[in-house]
């Protein structure tokens, strides 16, 4: 087999230290050496691992991506003249019943030299940040959603039954009814009547669904709840205007990927930060959707199609693409909408949002490639591509329902 790294470097790291193999190419006679060394993960070592590497004209480090131990050794190891690469674990992955640290690092070495593995994604500094950034605001959005629960968990133990009532219980109206419960007022009139704006036409609802067994215990963990609920709230403000000051390289960007409906700034952010600006990286969009993991899966085997399961992608950006799906499939008038419809008839409303994440990657790609504007195809697109399916479809539906078609030509104005 070709080797094309002569001098390869395989690391297998640990949260501790990392097990370095450096694997030289014989020529002729001389035969290919492999030495594996111990290193201590800790900045000053990995350092002098660098200058170890260099000394010995290593050409190629493959790292293995072992939870997030890995970053200091990829970070520190960069440098001119030596190539770092991170891999997935699953596509290095060592012959049954020969596993240990030592034989991982040899193995990734002789991968490496023979160039078997890919590369993994792993976006510049300030993309990094902006990640960071993106990824924290997420999960303390999601551990607010999980306190507002607790929140209405404990509303329905004091046979409050607020959320019957308003789609919202932390909004402006709920929050007064809340913060005066927790202050001591259990008439359920008083507390209705601090409703506001279109909320005080159900008046007469939410003062039956405030008569409840609201006592000091209530009042203490709701007022606990209310507490953290602020807290992760004005957390999602400050990291909101972190990301607005880390994203102005990619507000141009930005404002392409807000013109796709159903795309709202934020997920817009996650897609930049999970990404970056630069498909170059991605030299096809059928590439990008595969990473992201909406492109369907390959297992054939003796001519039989076992599974077209999707792989695993980044679950951050499939999150916040599977919020933009949904909005896009309730839009009104689109090509996405259109889509969605006529996926969902024949194959369930899961696979319908999966393809629009999908068209939503392959039109993003573009769009960040040509830094064109999104164009929507419109809502007719697909009866326009095929009229005359179309045309029997609407035919096939009305004589089922008994009426008899008669098709004129509408006449053209002279």
């Not at 080797?3 to 290919?32: E, F, L, N, W, Y």
């Not at 993106?134 to 133990?157: G, H, N, S, Y």
């Amino acid at each position: 087999m070709e080797v094309i790294h002569p001098r390869c470097a395989g690391v297998d790291v640990s949260k501790k230290d990392a097990k370095v193999c450096v694997r030289v190419q014989g020529r002729g006679s001389r035969p290919t050496t492999s030495t594996v060394t111990t290193w201590v993960s800790m900045t000053a070592r990995i350092l002098d691992l660098r200058e170890h590497l260099l000394n010995e004209h290593v050409t190629l480090v493959v790292l293995e991506a072992t939870s997030d131990y890995w970053r200091p050794f990829y970070y520190l190891l960069e440098d001119e003249g030596l190539e770092v690469i991170l891999v997935n674990a699953r596509d290095a992955r060592n012959v049954p019943g020969r596993k240990s640290d030592v034989s991982d690092a040899a193995w990734l070495a002789d991968l490496g030299a023979h160039g078997l593995v890919r590369a993994s994604f792993v976006p510049p500094p300030p993309v990094r940040e902006l990640r960071d950034l993106t990824r924290a605001r997420t999960v303390i959005t999601r551990e607010r959603t999980k306190e507002i629960q607790r929140l209405e968990k404990l509303l329905e133990d004091a046979c409050i039954k607020l959320s019957s009532v308003a789609s919202e219980i932390t909004g402006v109206s709920g929050r007064l009814m809340l913060q005066a419960l927790v202050e001591g007022e259990n008439d359920p009139v008083a507390l209705a009547n601090l409703a506001q704006r279109s909320l005080r036409s159900k008046i007469p609802e939410l003062t039956e669904a405030l008569n409840g067994r609201f006592h000091d215990h209530h009042r203490f963990m709701a007022a606990l709840y209310l507490h953290r609920i602020d807290a992760h709230t004005a957390d999602i403000s400050d990291l909101s205007a972190r990301i607005e000051e880390a994203i102005a390289p990619f507000l141009l960007a930005r404002e392409l990927l807000v013109s796709i409906p159903g795309v709202s700034r934020t997920v817009a952010e996650v897609f930049l930060a999970e990404t970056g600006a630069d498909m170059n990286v991605f030299p096809t969009a059928g590439q990008l959707a595969s990473w992201a993991g909406t492109s369907p899966g390959s297992n054939e085997s003796a001519g039989r199609v076992k599974s077209t399961k999707t792989r695993p992608g980044n679950r951050y950006l499939k999150g916040a693409l599977g919020v933009a799906a949904l909005s896009a499939a309730r839009s009104k008038n689109t090509y996405f909408s259109a889509k969605y419809r006529r996926i969902t008839a024949r194959r369930g409303p899961s696979k319908a949002i999966v393809a629009l994440e999908h068209a939503m990657l392959t039109a993003a790609w573009h769009m960040l490639t040509t830094g064109e504007l999104y164009r929507d195809p419109g809502a007719d697109y697909f009866a326009g591509r095929a009229p005359a399916k179309t045309k029997a479809r609407a035919i096939g539906q009305l004589e089922s329902l008994g009426y008899q078609v008669i098709l004129e030509p509408l006449q053209q104005a002279g």
